[in-house]
T-cell receptor
Framework: KAGVTQTPRYLIKTRGQQVTLSCSPI?????VSWYQQTPGQGLQFLFE???????NKGNFPGRFSGRQFSNSRSEMNVSTLELGDSALYLC????????????FGSGTQLSVL | AQKITQTQPGMFVQEKEAVTLDCTYD???????LFWYKQPSSGEMIFLIY??????QNATEGRYSLNFQKARKSANLVISASQLGDSAMYFC????????????FGAGTRLFVKA
């Protein structure tokens, strides 16, 4: 069974641009969550989706948004990029979104110049 | 507010010795899960061990065990017989249902295993 796939692996953008990151969960997994990892702030929860519905959201500005499709694939969008958005963005999936371990992708390294 | 605290930014251990990584948490939810993940320098997050809030016994997975003290709200990870490949960042995490499931992470502990 294939693992969680995140694309692209690396991304370089300039301030003010927008970016879309993609995450394909493990087949059969219905829940996808997103995390931002930076050296200063550690791992911060962004949001979690289950069956196309956002179930929980972290403390991030409205520039950060996401969605989940009927095949459980998820996208995360960041508009009007700022230098501070430079981070490793990790996606994780779980089978049913309950009290389960997270299966992580390799992440997308975003650099904002 | 939910909170996970890892007070050891860095730890050194001699190869083949045991090491304990500390984690305390704070929650008012009676049902929650506690997890430890390992992140090597390559960046991938690897699940190590899970403890449910209602589990009576401490979880064990091979060389990993979780010392769960519910009253003290602590969930320390014990790695026995350390190996060079254990050098990595270790994150304690808590998952709970606050109007929707959410996992929060501690700041992490970087473990260095010395030969």
């Amino acid at each position: 069974k294939a693992g969680v796939t995140q694309t692209p692996r690396y991304l370089i953008k300039t301030r003010g641009q927008q970016v879309t990151l993609s995450c394909s969960p493990i087949s059969g997994h219905r829940s996808v969550s997103w995390y931002q990892q930076t050296p200063g702030q550690g791992l911060q929860f962004l949001f979690e989706y289950f069956s196309e519905t956002q179930r929980n959201k972290g403390n991030f500005p409205g520039r950060f948004s996401g969605r989940q499709f009927s095949n459980s694939r998820s996208e995360m969008n960041v508009s009007t990029l700022e230098l501070g958005d430079s981070a490793l963005y990790l996606c994780a999936s779980t089978p049913s979104g309950g009290n389960e371990k997270l299966f992580f992708g390799s992440g997308t390294q975003l650099s904002v110049l | 507010a939910q909170k996970i605290t890892q007070t050891q930014p860095g730890m050194f251990v001699q190869e083949k010795e045991a090491v304990t990584l500390d984690c305390t948490y704070d929650t008012s939810d009676p049902s929650y899960g506690l997890f430890w993940y390992k992140q090597p320098s390559s960046g991938e997050m690897i699940f190590l061990i899970y403890q449910g809030s209602y589990d009576q016994q401490n979880a064990t997975e091979g060389r990993y065990s979780l010392n769960f003290q519910k009253a003290r709200k602590s969930a320390n990870l014990v790695i026995s017989a350390s190996q060079l490949g254990d050098s990595a960042m270790y994150f304690c995490a808590m998952r709970e249902n606050t109007g929707g499931f959410k996992t929060i992470f501690g700041a992490g502990t970087r473990l260095f295993v010395k030969a």
